[in-house]
């Protein structure tokens, strides 16, 4: 490894460059200075022209641009949103480090600061996230679930301007880029569990970089990386996808027997009428095995039929089954029929 300045190559949004800055800026107190270098995914270009994400087939693309890149050797590093990484691995890169985690949950953005229960029935919420979606349902508010894409601001204007009277957003971004006070609701993970890595960074390099590969470590934050793997190990093995209607979140806390793992995951069906619930509890050492464990078993409780309704809606609009059948979201939901554990993994 030389004294060069590290190439990070970051998107273009605000956002990303953010937090692709906040690396940077943990970065140069060890020692090396920091380049960002600007790179355009198929995400951004989707988004730009208001393109739905959905399915499977959507997970990654604001990562490849910059992973081609990372291979091609333009950049040194390449910093995501942990959220969009393909659970699968990826030859060539490593994952270098997972930093400090911010807050993951979910949060709302209103009209007059309401939270989601003092909405009127029939409310317009914007959420481009089946998963959000899906659990917003299962509360049985009868609100209005419309699909809506584009960056922060494109997001918020929209309640701003009237067209919707909420927005669903992840609190992470928000708290990045200094926008905390736009929220009106901070989303508890019991009613509403956030996206698998969501919060949490991924810093990578080539995998046969070892030199890099040992500095970029001390970034890492142990109990984040435990974490997410284990809320990934959920999600690759319900093979659900980012646009999959499945939510997870893994928590470090102190046991009984010492420092230990909780993992909590749903799986919805689309219009939140049903629900499979699970959480588990293991050691800190095996969080990937603790993630796959649970999703096994929630696979045996039906999981995998519930993933399937999703299949059906190849425009990922959270509405589609509601517009298929117009007696469906008239009113509140009932309870959706669940099953909750909790167990050793």
Same mark, same amino acid.
């Given at each position: 490894?030389?004294?060069?300045?590290?190439?990070?190559?970051?998107?273009?949004?605000?956002?990303?460059?953010?937090?692709?800055?906040?690396?940077?800026?943990? @970065?140069?107190?060890?020692?090396?200075?920091?380049?960002?270098?600007? @790179?355009?995914?198929?995400?951004?270009?989707? +988004?730009?022209?208001?393109?739905?994400?959905?399915?499977?087939?959507?997970?990654?693309?604001?990562?490849?641009?910059?992973?081609?890149?990372?291979?091609?050797?333009? @950049?040194?590093?390449?910093?995501?949103?942990?959220?969009?990484?393909?659970?699968?691995?990826?030859?060539?890169?490593?994952?270098?480090?997972?930093?400090? #985690?911010?807050?993951?949950?979910?949060?709302?953005?209103?009209?007059?600061?309401?939270?989601?229960?003092?909405?009127?029935?029939? %409310?317009?919420?914007?959420?481009?996230?089946?998963?959000?979606?899906? +659990?917003?349902?299962?509360?049985?508010?009868?609100?209005?679930?419309?699909?809506?894409?584009?960056?922060?601001?494109?997001?918020?204007?929209? /309640?701003?301007?009237?067209?919707?009277?909420?927005?669903?957003?992840?609190?992470?971004?928000?708290?990045?880029?200094?926008?905390?006070?736009? /929220?009106?609701? /901070?989303?508890?993970?019991? +009613?509403?569990?956030?996206?698998?890595? +969501?919060?949490?960074?991924?810093?990578?390099?080539?995998?046969?970089?070892? %030199?890099?590969?040992?500095?970029?470590?001390?970034?890492?934050? =142990?109990?984040? #990386? &435990?974490? /997410?793997?284990?809320?990934? $190990?959920?999600?690759?093995?319900?093979?659900?996808?980012?646009? &999959?209607? @499945?939510?997870?979140?893994?928590?470090?806390?102190?046991?009984?027997?010492?420092?230990?793992?909780?993992?909590?995951?749903?799986?919805?069906?689309?219009?939140?009428?049903?629900?499979? #619930?699970?959480?588990?509890?293991?050691?800190?050492?095996?969080?990937?095995?603790?993630?796959?464990?649970?999703?096994?078993?929630?696979?045996?409780?039906?999981? %995998?039929?519930?993933?399937?309704?999703?299949?059906?809606?190849?425009?990922?609009? =959270?509405?589609?089954?509601?517009?298929?059948?117009?007696?469906?979201?008239?009113?509140?939901?009932?309870?959706?029929?669940?099953?909750?554990?909790?167990?050793? $993994?």
């Amino acid at each position: 490894m030389t004294d060069a300045p590290i190439r990070l190559g970051t998107r273009r949004s605000l956002l990303a460059r953010t937090q692709s800055g906040h690396v940077a800026d943990l @970065i140069r107190p060890l020692g090396r200075q920091v380049e960002l270098v600007e @790179i355009t995914s198929d995400g951004d270009r989707t +988004q730009a022209a208001g393109t739905p994400l959905t399915g499977a087939s959507s997970t990654g693309v604001f990562v490849s641009a910059l992973r081609d890149a990372l291979l091609a050797g333009e @950049i040194d590093v390449a910093v995501h949103s942990l959220k969009d990484l393909p659970t699968y691995p990826t030859e060539g890169v490593a994952l270098a480090a997972v930093p400090a #985690r911010e807050d993951p949950r979910d949060v709302v953005v209103a009209r007059d600061g309401l939270t989601l229960a003092e909405l009127p029935a029939g %409310a317009r919420v914007g959420t481009g996230s089946p998963r959000r979606a899906a +659990q917003i349902r299962a509360l049985g508010l009868g609100l209005d679930l419309v699909g809506v894409r584009g960056n922060v601001d494109t997001r918020i204007g929209k /309640v701003r301007s009237g067209e919707y009277d909420a927005v669903v957003l992840a609190r992470a971004g928000l708290a990045r880029i200094d926008r905390l006070d736009e /929220v009106s609701e /901070v989303l508890d993970p019991l +009613q509403v569990l956030p996206a698998p890595g +969501q919060g949490a960074l991924a810093v990578e390099c080539r995998a046969d970089d070892a %030199a890099l590969r040992a500095f970029l470590a001390e970034l890492d934050d =142990p109990f984040a #990386r &435990a974490a /997410v793997a284990a809320e990934r $190990a959920v999600l690759a093995t319900l093979e659900g996808g980012c646009a &999959a209607p @499945i939510g997870s979140l893994a928590e470090v806390a102190e046991g009984e027997d010492g420092t230990e793992l909780w993992v909590r995951a749903a799986v919805l069906s689309p219009d939140g009428s049903r629900a499979i #619930r699970l959480s588990a509890t293991g050691p800190v050492h095996d969080a990937a095995g603790v993630g796959t464990r649970l999703a096994e078993e929630m696979l045996a409780e039906g999981a %995998a039929a519930l993933g399937s309704d999703h299949d059906g809606d190849p425009d990922g609009d =959270p509405n589609a089954e509601q517009k298929a059948d117009p007696n469906k979201g008239d009113g509140p939901h009932p309870a959706a029929p669940e099953l909750d554990k909790v167990h050793n $993994a």
